[in-house]
């Protein structure tokens, strides 16, 4: 260990407390003076001194000495524990003049230390030799390790498998560093050590060193020993794993040697090793046969595993082979739809996304029998996911109706049971796709909805079942029973609740005088007024009925027209003066009712007043009747259809593959080798997949890997830099390459900072690069919120060779965050999207200043910059001058962003104008949705001005 690397904490395997340094530390004549104290505590206290103050830059030459002598065959452990971590910090080389380059010499006094170590390794106390072991995996100076040796090979052979697993561990560090120099028979050592060997950990850490070292053998151990590798532990197994796939990806004809031993992991009872094993095989072969093994492992976890971040990685494995192996998974999708009983909402929804599209024709009436019972158990109320999970389970099962007509008819009775309560809204919608899509359902499902109008009591539904009956009754049968059942719940006018302004004499309120004790226990006379308990409302009412009385004008217009379809298609003087009483009913109300919607009053009297004509002008009824009965089927007929076009093409642009070049290698297996050949051959149907481009997966990841790169110093500095950034949801993995520039060896520590949300998990630890050499560090941040951040720091480096030479300080780049890696296209409902519109407080309000003329054309551009999805359909046929539209997105933390567009384009000059507007729950990804697509904007200015409003924010 250089005396450069003594000061730095990354190599200290202790915690100190805290409180050491409180006051100050003692002197280096006060910390020797303590070392010589025959009381073990006191001497602990001064090597504690000792080591913080050496961490702080102090030398203290003296103290070395003093330890040896009155410290180095203590038999105390927690002292011997102190001069393990003093032996890390301490120098241990001769200080050198400035510009020498010869080798530094070891200090005198390190024979002494070296030959205390070595007492260590042979004590008689398993944990004494055990814990020395551990410490000389940290030590990396050659003469240290080399006398000490042969008592480690000595270890090898100790009795308590405590010494051996750690000797092992030495052995393999050792080698790692020096190579043949001091070990040259370490390879065979531990092969020798490793067919002796039954303890589980020293067997898996003699591995580990062959894994790394001596590759050949390690494999051959293997294969000897494949039917017992599930004896050996959870720690090898993942081992093996990790062997396979640095072998196969760098020699794929060696996958035939390890298929044995990964279908064997598959059935481990380890969940760690089960899903290591599916996630290799599925990475090294695409084989029918092993991404079905590779499936039901991942399906069987999902089941057995109760912790949530478990299920949703296997999902997202899941999901990842739905997008290339559909016809597989759809073996095990039942395994998969087991998850739904997740209490968990968003387990449940993953669990649908994926299943809905593997539904076919063999397995859905199986899928949709187990979403039938789900649904029914939403009923139990004490479900915590009970309205929403009612929800997916209703989107799921309208998804399998619409493919699949013979289900329909199956789904529809159980769904139309919860058209009164929670979800009812999902209910009817569907049925109302239902009736449209199969004619030959209609008549059950319009007698089923007509029996359900007295239990429905929600607004918006009865609209929708008022509608599904207007347009969709045109039987004289159909509509008379229709008519007699809407006139049953809705009763005769008027439509007011009478108020009476006589009061009884018992209804009056009353006096009430009464004793009460007070706070401080005496006693006092109190007066109350005691007003009689207000009478509810009729209980014989109708849900329909007193909707209408409570002033929901909204519905009295849907009824109107509803009513007047009725007498349009099938003319009946009787049922003709019933609905018109009934529509002034309606008028009289809206006059005298004050509500929520007295706004739309004119609207309500204005359709009435049309639905009157039609009733008692022949004219009138000849001219409007053909629109007024047809044109609303047709609509919604369009609708559906454009819904379907729109899905097919979600699904068709899911499913396209990219184009491999016409003169890459093809190998054809019928014509390989066959000798050697395993249980399954992993290269099936790689070949096909490389011909369709699905192959080529390692360059659009070197490629997507190139464009995350950022140069953080220059080429002319002493050391240069460069990071590459891999976004992963929650977790930024950060790599960092370092080059030596200089002929000298340089110790090099990167220190981070973050500007934003961010926590850094992992530091870059310090290393020390040769002359023109390079080397990998690696980091990890951990990210909670969505919004702009930057990562920022300094590299301090200096020569090992020459501690006296002054540091240097290297300032980095910053690295800017995008808001872009964490926001995902998504869709939601428009009722949905205005709830959350007018729930969220943060808003951010940017300005349009754009060169672009075409209202689409800008659409189109911040849709695509923002990285969201439009939920306003739009019609590009015609001609307008102002637009308005909806964008939605969710970030990997479940955020919501909220967007609203509106663009008007200027007659006088053609330039677009209007405002953005941006809402969600938190500041950050209001803020940093606002800068991005503020910049975006002026990326296609015509001039290099500012916004007219650069945005601001308000809660």
Same mark, same amino acid.
């Given at each position: *260990?250089?005396? +450069? *690397?003594?000061?730095?904490?990354?190599?200290?395997?202790?915690?100190?407390?805290?409180?050491?340094?409180?006051?100050?530390?003692?002197?280096?004549?006060?910390?020797?003076?303590?070392?010589?104290?025959?009381?073990?505590?006191?001497?602990?206290?001064?090597?504690?001194? $000792?080591?913080?103050?050496?961490?702080?830059?102090?030398?203290?030459?003296?103290?070395?000495?003093?330890?040896?002598?009155?410290?180095?065959?203590?038999?105390?452990?927690?002292?011997?524990?102190?001069?393990?971590?003093?032996?890390?910090?301490?120098?241990?080389?001769?200080?050198?003049?400035?510009?020498?380059?010869?080798?530094?010499?070891?200090?005198?006094?390190?024979?002494?230390?070296?030959?205390?170590?070595?007492?260590?390794?042979?004590?008689?106390?398993?944990?004494?030799?055990?814990? #020395?072991? !551990?410490?000389?995996?940290?030590?990396?100076?050659?003469?240290?390790?080399?006398?000490?040796?042969?008592?480690?090979?000595?270890?090898?052979?100790?009795?308590?498998? /405590?010494?051996?697993?750690?000797?092992?561990?030495?052995?393999?560090?050792?080698?790692?560093?020096?190579?043949?120099?001091?070990?040259?028979?370490?390879?065979?050592?531990?092969?020798?050590?490793?067919?002796?060997?039954?303890?589980?950990?020293?067997?898996?850490?003699?591995?580990?060193?062959?894994?790394?070292?001596?590759?050949?053998?390690?494999?051959?151990?293997?294969?000897?020993?494949?039917?017992?590798?599930?004896?050996?532990?959870?720690?090898?197994?993942?081992?093996?794993? =990790?062997?396979?796939?640095?072998?196969?990806?760098?020699?794929?004809?060696?996958?035939?040697?390890?298929?044995?031993?990964?279908?064997?992991?598959?059935?481990?009872?380890?969940?760690?090793?089960?899903?290591? $094993? +599916?996630?290799?095989?599925?990475? %090294?072969?695409?084989?029918?046969? $092993?991404?079905? +093994? @590779?499936?039901?492992?991942?399906?069987?976890?999902?089941?057995?595993?109760?912790?949530?971040?478990?299920?949703?990685?296997?999902?997202?494995?899941?999901?990842?082979?739905?997008?290339?192996?559909?016809?597989?998974?759809?073996?095990?999708?039942?395994?998969?739809?087991? @998850?739904?009983?997740?209490?968990?909402?968003?387990?449940?929804?993953?669990?649908?996304?994926?299943? #809905?599209?593997?539904?076919?024709?063999?397995?859905?009436?199986?899928?949709?029998?187990?979403?039938? !019972?789900?649904?029914?158990?939403?009923?139990d109320s004490d479900m915590d996911k009970g309205s929403s999970f009612r929800a997916m389970l209703i989107k799921a099962i309208h998804s399998c109706a619409s493919k699949f007509p013979d289900v329909a008819e199956g789904v529809v009775s159980t769904l139309i049971s919860f058209i009164g309560g929670d979800g009812a809204l999902d209910v009817v919608i569907f049925v109302r796709a239902i009736v449209e899509q199969y004619g030959e359902l209609r008549p059950n499902v319009l007698s089923t909805l007509m029996s359900s109008i007295a239990d429905i009591n929600k607004s918006d539904v009865m609209c929708v079942v008022l509608w599904i009956?207007?347009? /969709?009754?045109?039987?004289?049968?159909?509509?008379?029973? $229709?008519?007699?059942?809407?006139?049953?719940?809705?009763?005769?006018?008027?439509? %007011?609740?009478?108020?009476?302004?006589?009061?009884?004499?018992?209804?009056?309120?009353?006096?009430?005088?009464?004793?009460?004790?007070?706070?401080?226990?005496?006693?006092?006379?109190?007066?109350?007024?005691?007003?009689?308990?207000? &009478?509810?409302?009729?209980?014989?009412?109708?849900?329909?009925?007193? #909707?209408?009385?409570?002033?929901?004008?909204?519905?009295?217009?849907?009824?109107?027209?509803?009513?007047?379809?009725?007498?349009?298609?099938?003319?009946?003087?009787?049922?003709?003066?019933?609905?018109?009483?009934?529509?002034?009913?309606?008028?009289?109300?809206?006059?005298?009712?004050?509500?929520?919607?007295?706004?739309?009053?004119?609207?309500?009297?204005?359709?009435?007043?049309?639905?009157?004509?039609?009733?008692?002008?022949? &004219?009138?009824?000849?001219?409007?009747?053909?629109?007024?009965?047809?044109?609303?089927?047709?609509?919604?007929?369009?609708?559906?259809?454009?819904?379907?076009?729109? @899905?097919?093409?979600?699904?068709?642009?899911?499913?396209?593959?990219?184009?491999?070049?016409?003169?890459?290698?093809?190998?054809?297996?019928?014509?390989?080798?066959?000798?050697?050949?395993?249980?399954?051959?992993?290269?099936?149907?790689?070949?096909?997949?490389?011909?369709?481009?699905?192959?080529?997966?390692?360059?659009?990841?070197?490629?997507?890997?190139?464009?995350?790169?950022?140069?953080?110093?220059?080429?002319?500095?002493?050391?240069?830099?460069?990071?590459?950034?891999?976004?992963?949801? /929650?977790?930024?993995?950060?790599?960092?390459?370092?080059?030596? !520039?200089?002929?000298?060896?340089?110790?090099?520590?990167?220190?981070?900072?973050?500007?934003?949300?961010?926590?850094?998990? =992992?530091?870059?630890?310090?290393?020390?690069?040769?002359?023109?050499?390079?080397?990998?560090?690696?980091?990890?941040?951990?990210?909670?919120?969505?919004?702009?951040?930057?990562?920022?720091?300094?590299?301090?480096?200096?020569?090992?060779?020459?501690?006296?030479?002054?540091?240097?300080?290297?300032?980095?780049?910053?690295?800017?965050?995008?808001?872009?890696?964490?926001?995902?296209?998504?869709?939601?409902?428009?009722?949905?999207? !205005?709830?959350?519109?007018?729930?969220? =407080?943060?808003?951010?309000?940017? +300005?349009?200043?754009?060169?672009?003329?075409?209202?689409?054309?800008?659409?189109?551009?911040?849709?695509?910059?923002?990285?969201?999805?439009?939920?306003?359909?739009?019609?590009?046929?015609?001609?307008?001058?102002?637009?308005?539209?909806?964008?939605?997105?969710?970030?990997?933390?479940?955020?919501?962003?909220?967007?609203?567009?509106?663009?008007?384009?200027?007659?006088?000059?053609?330039?677009?104008?209007?405002?953005?507007?941006?809402?969600?729950?938190?500041?950050?990804?209001?803020?940093?949705?606002?800068?991005?697509?503020?910049?975006?904007?002026?990326?296609?200015?015509?001039?290099?001005?500012?916004?007219? @409003?650069?945005?601001?924010?308000?809660?």
């Amino acid at each position: *260990m250089s005396q +450069a *690397m003594n000061s730095n904490e990354d190599y200290c395997s202790f915690t100190l407390p805290s409180d050491l340094s409180q006051g100050g530390l003692p002197g280096e004549a006060d910390i020797c003076k303590d070392l010589e104290d025959s009381d073990p505590a006191v001497k602990r206290a001064a090597l504690k001194s $000792a080591i913080m103050a050496m961490l702080g830059g102090e030398a203290l030459p003296k103290v070395l000495m003093q330890v040896i002598r009155f410290c180095i065959n203590t038999e105390d452990h927690q002292l011997k524990k102190l001069m393990m971590l003093y032996w890390e910090v301490v120098p241990k080389y001769q200080p050198q003049s400035a510009g020498s380059k010869e080798k530094p010499k070891l200090l005198p006094e390190m024979i002494l230390v070296c030959n205390a170590l070595m007492n260590d390794l042979n004590h008689p106390n398993e944990y004494v030799r055990g814990s #020395m072991l !551990r410490f000389l995996c940290k030590v990396k100076d050659s003469e240290i390790l080399g006398p000490l040796m042969a008592s480690v090979k000595q270890c090898l052979e100790h009795r308590h498998s /405590y010494v051996r697993k750690n000797a092992a561990l030495c052995i393999f560090h050792v080698y790692k560093l020096f190579g043949d120099n001091l070990l040259p028979d370490a390879p065979d050592l531990m092969e020798r050590f490793i067919l002796a060997e039954t303890d589980i950990c020293a067997r898996r850490n003699a591995f580990l060193m062959l894994f790394n070292c001596s590759e050949e053998i390690a494999i051959e151990f293997l294969s000897q020993n494949v039917d017992d590798v599930m004896k050996f532990g959870e720690g090898f197994a993942l081992l093996v794993l =990790e062997l396979t796939r640095k072998v196969c990806r760098r020699d794929p004809a060696q996958k035939s040697r390890f298929v044995r031993v990964l279908f064997q992991m598959l059935t481990s009872s380890s969940a760690s090793v089960s899903y290591e $094993a +599916a996630w290799t095989l599925v990475s %090294l072969s695409s084989a029918p046969t $092993a991404i079905r +093994a @590779a499936a039901s492992t991942y399906s069987s976890l999902l089941s057995s595993q109760n912790d949530n971040n478990v299920k949703m990685i296997v999902l997202e494995r899941l999901e990842d082979l739905r997008k290339k192996h559909t016809k597989v998974l759809q073996e095990v999708l039942m395994d998969i739809l087991r @998850a739904i009983s997740s209490p968990n909402p968003d387990i449940c929804q993953k669990t649908l996304d994926i299943s #809905m599209p593997l539904v076919n024709s063999r397995n859905v009436e199986e899928v949709v029998s187990l979403l039938k !019972r789900e649904v029914l158990k939403t009923q139990d109320s004490d479900m915590d996911k009970g309205s929403s999970f009612r929800a997916m389970l209703i989107k799921a099962i309208h998804s399998c109706a619409s493919k699949f007509p013979d289900v329909a008819e199956g789904v529809v009775s159980t769904l139309i049971s919860f058209i009164g309560g929670d979800g009812a809204l999902d209910v009817v919608i569907f049925v109302r796709a239902i009736v449209e899509q199969y004619g030959e359902l209609r008549p059950n499902v319009l007698s089923t909805l007509m029996s359900s109008i007295a239990d429905i009591n929600k607004s918006d539904v009865m609209c929708v079942v008022l509608w599904i009956l207007g347009e /969709y009754c045109v039987e004289e049968e159909t509509i008379k029973d $229709a008519f007699e059942e809407i006139m049953t719940n809705l009763g005769d006018a008027p439509y %007011l609740v009478v108020e009476k302004n006589e009061v009884k004499k018992d209804e009056e309120p009353t006096m009430v005088t009464k004793n009460v004790v007070l706070a401080d226990g005496t006693y006092a006379t109190q007066t109350v007024m005691s007003e009689p308990a207000k &009478k509810t409302d009729d209980v014989s009412m109708t849900n329909l009925r007193s #909707m209408v009385v409570e002033g929901d004008i909204f519905l009295c217009s849907i009824l109107a027209s509803t009513l007047t379809k009725f007498c349009l298609r099938k003319k009946s003087k009787a049922r003709t003066i019933k609905s018109l009483l009934a529509m002034c009913g309606f008028a009289k109300m809206a006059e005298v009712k004050a509500s929520s919607q007295k706004s739309a009053q004119s609207d309500l009297a204005e359709r009435i007043t049309l639905c009157s004509r039609m009733l008692l002008d022949s &004219k009138t009824s000849e001219m409007l009747s053909a629109a007024w009965l047809d044109s609303g089927k047709q609509t919604f007929s369009s609708l559906l259809a454009e819904l379907r076009d729109k @899905a097919a093409a979600e699904t068709k642009e899911e499913g396209s593959t990219t184009v491999t070049q016409c003169d890459d290698l093809i190998h054809i297996r019928q014509l390989k080798n066959s000798s050697g050949a395993g249980e399954i051959d992993l290269d099936d149907g790689s070949d096909l997949l490389r011909a369709t481009g699905q192959g080529s997966e390692g360059d659009s990841g070197f490629s997507s890997g190139l464009k995350n790169t950022h140069q953080l110093t220059g080429f002319s500095d002493p050391v240069y830099c460069e990071a590459s950034i891999i976004v992963n949801d /929650y977790d930024i993995k950060l790599s960092l390459i370092l080059i030596n !520039r200089t002929s000298d060896p340089v110790s090099v520590s990167v220190e981070l900072s973050t500007i934003g949300d961010m926590k850094i998990v =992992e530091r870059p630890q310090s290393r020390t690069i040769g002359p023109l050499d390079q080397c990998v560090l690696s980091g990890s941040i951990k990210i909670s919120s969505t919004e702009t951040g930057h990562i920022f720091g300094t590299i301090v480096h200096e020569n090992p060779m020459n501690p006296s030479a002054p540091k240097g300080y290297i300032n980095l780049n910053d690295i800017h965050l995008d808001i872009m890696d964490f926001i995902k296209p998504a869709t939601c409902s428009d009722e949905l999207f !205005r709830s959350m519109w007018a729930e969220f =407080e943060w808003e951010n309000k940017v +300005a349009i200043t754009t060169s672009i003329e075409s209202l689409y054309d800008f659409l189109d551009h911040i849709v695509a910059k923002t990285n969201m999805s439009c939920l306003t359909p739009i019609n590009r046929n015609s001609e307008t001058h102002f637009l308005a539209a909806n964008l939605y997105a969710r970030s990997v933390f479940k955020e919501d962003a909220l967007v609203n567009v509106s663009v008007e384009k200027k007659a006088e000059d053609g330039k677009l104008t209007g405002y953005i507007r941006i809402r969600s729950k938190t500041q950050g990804i209001a803020l940093s949705l606002g800068d991005r697509i503020t910049s975006v904007q002026r990326r296609i200015a015509e001039d290099d001005a500012a916004p007219q @409003a650069t945005g601001t924010t308000t809660q």
